[in-house]
């Protein structure tokens, strides 16, 4: 079972930035789909960003295109989600999840199993 933390998540400004990182232990990271998901008050829990276990590709909401990028560090075991020209409609809580299935590659994020959550980290964009 791999365990995730989340960090870099705060207040910000319409139009400004955060990174938000990622940092995965209890297996090999380098082998496995990594995700960021977020889930403002009352709504459900919405995919944000995925990248697969080799990095090659990422999948991305269409809310967020041109505006986050995902990236991974397998030599820190850490996935990252920068954000840029942040909207206070990106205002929510953001989860990390990592795919169940090692070295497994999928076409469309829909379809890995994200088996495993951080705790969730806050990101509060102010008008």
């Known amino acids: 079972q791999v365990q995730l933390v989340e960090s870099g998540g705060g207040l910000v400004q319409a139009g400004g930035s955060l990174r938000l990182s990622c940092a995965a232990s209890g297996r090999t990271f380098s082998s496995y789909a990594m995700g960021w998901f977020r889930q403002a008050p009352g709504k459900e829990r919405d995919f944000v960003e995925a990248?697969?276990?080799?990095?090659?590709?990422?999948y991305y909401a269409d809310s967020v295109k041109g505006r986050f990028t995902i990236s991974r560090d397998n030599a820190k075991n850490t996935v990252y989600l920068q954000m840029n020209s942040l909207k206070p409609e990106d205002t929510a809580v953001y989860y990390c999840?990592?795919?169940?299935?090692?070295?497994?590659?999928?076409?469309?994020?829909?379809?890995?199993?994200?088996?495993?959550w951080g705790q969730g980290t806050q990101v509060t964009v102010s008008s």
């Open positions: 990248i697969s276990w080799s990095g090659g590709v990422t």
């Open positions: 999840t990592a795919e169940t299935r090692a070295e497994y590659y999928c076409p469309g994020y829909g379809c890995y199993n994200w088996g495993s």
